[in-house]
């Protein structure tokens, strides 16, 4: 069964750290590009970042440009984002699914959702 679960979610003060997983099963992930993606309330779902699957080649949403980090280690079949100096702004739940294309920033040209894991940046 093809399936990408995140983890590392959790409740962060204003200007924490946090290190998002994303793990697949039933596929090898370094055949695809990875993207993660974010949905707060009533909001649409956001390109956060993506990370290709040969050289490594990265895009970021121009707001997080220095403070998020996207890399994948292929051995273990992961990809993480590696987030700092969060923002309350941050708050949203975030997924990772794949893409056998790169470049591409729409949400509906990715598949395999993961379940999402909930951030939230609050004193």
């Known amino acids: 069964q093809v399936q990408l679960v995140e983890s590392g979610g959790g409740l962060v003060q204003p200007g924490g750290s946090l290190r998002l997983s994303c793990t697949a099963s039933?596929?090898?992930?370094?055949?695809?590009?990875v993207g993660w993606f974010r949905q707060a309330p009533g909001k649409e779902r956001e390109g956060v970042a993506s990370i290709s699957n040969d050289d490594g080649d990265s895009y970021y949403l121009d707001s997080l440009k220095g403070r998020f980090t996207i890399s994948r280690d292929n051995a273990k079949n992961t990809v993480s984002l590696q987030m700092n100096s969060l923002k309350p702004e941050d708050t949203a739940v975030y997924y990772c699914a794949r893409n056998r294309a790169y470049g591409q920033k729409s949400a509906s040209d990715y598949d395999s959702w993961g379940q999402g894991t909930q951030v939230t940046v609050s004193s």
């Open positions: 039933g596929f090898t992930l370094d055949s695809y590009t």
